[in-house]
């Protein structure tokens, strides 16, 4: 039965105006914590979005091109004698190994980058990823970053070997006998941390953005925005 106001109207909007005002605030936690979540993956969402679409490498005699979504073909001229070795793309980055470098393409950048290999210098292996490319020879570990059109090396010790190289979404990581080499889409550089003597690698898991590797006696982590390596013991 609708109860009358003391000025004689019903009250029937005054009782819903205080339940939807209840479930409102019911309902705040809630909507806070996903305006948190939006925000938290807000930079990634942003950094991973690329400018330039897929990419598909076309390699000829006496060039590499490269398409994209966005615009015509961009070419880079094969050096005398230089001939084509593999070639691939994935994602926004496209990737050639010649016969003395490495060449990668970004999509958001619409550019060929390269790196020199040594006389003695022979590739191992390489992975391919949407933002990223790892490589190794005998002699350095190679990383290129789509994002900011960029090589990054580093040297390998003198009994240094690679063993692994393993990636994921926006990070990389190599393994070798000595330590592992964390590589991402966002910070430049190769991050490192080494093996104990009686150390030995396990398991390497990864995720869009981080990889989880498992020791004989800890796990360490590398996460894509960082700068180091978490160790868990």
Do not use: C
């Not at 939006?38 to 679409?53: E, I």
């Not at 590499?64 to 094969?78: D, H, R």
């Not at 003395?100 to 393409?105: D, S």
């Amino acid at each position: 039965m609708i109860q009358p106001s003391p000025s004689g109207r019903a009250v029937v909007g005054w009782d819903a105006g205080r339940t939807s005002m209840r479930r409102s605030i019911a309902l705040m936690p809630a909507m806070i914590m996903v305006s948190i979540a939006g925000l938290l993956l807000m930079p990634t969402l942003s950094q991973s979005r690329g400018g330039g679409g897929q990419v598909t490498v076309t390699p000829t005699a006496d060039k590499v091109i490269a398409w994209s979504a966005v615009g015509g073909g961009v070419e880079e001229s094969l050096q005398p004698g230089e001939s084509v070795v593999t070639s691939g793309a994935r994602g926004h980055t496209g990737f050639v190994q010649t016969s003395n470098r490495l060449l990668g393409f970004s999509s958001g950048l619409r550019q060929w980058r390269d790196v020199r290999l040594g006389v003695e210098e022979h590739i191992g292996r390489y992975q391919l990823l949407p933002f990223l490319i790892l490589a190794h020879t005998n002699q350095q570990v190679h990383g290129f970053q789509e994002t900011r059109g960029h090589w990054t090396s580093i040297s390998l010790g003198p009994s240094e070997t690679v063993s692994q190289l393993r990636g994921q979404g926006h990070v990389a990581v190599a393994i070798t006998n000595e330590r592992a080499l964390g590589f991402s889409t966002y910070t430049g550089g190769f991050f490192d941390i080494a093996w104990t003597p009686q150390e030995r690698v396990l398991s390497v898991d990864g995720s869009q953005n981080g990889m989880v590797v498992r020791t004989s006696s800890r796990t360490v982590i590398f996460k894509s925005q960082s700068t180091g390596w978490t160790e868990v013991r």
